[in-house]
């Protein structure tokens, strides 16, 4: 797809048909984000990808707001990082969520950032359980990952409009 329809195409999209993805597309797209830059190189970001629905009915509740959505989702890709791999596996892993919500948007899905590093389960109990610690015992992450997010995807019927003309001149600043 041509880079501008790309982006153009590209929306938060939190409403899923019931429909699998095959596993050669997800794996396509995965492979596409692996290719993101990283700190030194060190490709510290690793991708957990859950498909069977019960658990990603439970990862619905890892956060009381923001994240109900995913219980609708047919897949959900956890982005980890390997904290032995790199000091800024965070910033690596937020690129690589990145290429892969455009990846998806290539090969005709819809996807949305589900936010998990620094969360709280509850936002009404900011020092309580964290996200990631549900997360945790729901699925098998190693001690040495942690999580920034999870990729909510699937196929979709919603068609959003592309994002409202924004004027952006303030955020580009020219020291010549
Ligand atoms: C760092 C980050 C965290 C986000 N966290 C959530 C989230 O937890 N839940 C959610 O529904 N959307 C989340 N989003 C999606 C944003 O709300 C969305 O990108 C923004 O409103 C702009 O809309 P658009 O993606 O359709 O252009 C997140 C996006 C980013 C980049």
């Given at each position: 797809m041509e880079f501008?329809?790309?982006l153009e195409k590209r929306?938060?999209?939190?409403?899923?048909?019931?429909?699998?993805?095959?596993?050669?597309?997800m794996e396509g797209i995965l492979r596409q984000a692996l290719t993101a830059p990283s700190a030194r190189n060190t490709r510290s970001t690793r991708f957990m990808v859950v498909t069977?629905?019960?658990?990603?009915?439970?990862?619905?509740?890892?956060?009381d707001y923001g994240a109900g959505f995913l219980a609708g989702a047919p897949a959900a890709v956890v982005v980890m990082?390997?904290?032995?791999?790199?000091?800024?596996?965070?910033?690596?892993?937020?690129?690589?969520?990145?290429?892969?919500?455009?990846?998806?948007?290539?090969?005709?899905?819809?996807?949305?950032?589900?936010h998990m590093a620094g969360r709280p389960r509850r936002k009404d109990d900011p020092q309580g359980e964290s996200a990631e610690n549900y997360l945790r015992s729901l699925l098998p992450i190693p001690a040495q990952y942690r999580v920034e997010c999870i990729i909510a995807l699937g196929y979709s019927d919603f068609t959003p409009a592309p994002l409202p003309p924004h004027d952006d001149s303030a955020s580009i600043i020219w020291a010549d």
């Open positions: 501008g329809k790309l929306r938060s999209v939190r409403r899923f048909l019931d429909k699998q993805v095959p596993r050669e597309v069977d629905r019960n658990t990603i009915e439970k990862m619905a509740s890892v956060r990082g390997d904290t032995s791999a790199s000091d800024l596996w965070d910033i690596n892993c937020a690129i690589s969520a990145t290429l892969l919500q455009l990846a998806c948007v290539d090969a005709g899905l819809a996807s949305c950032w589900v």
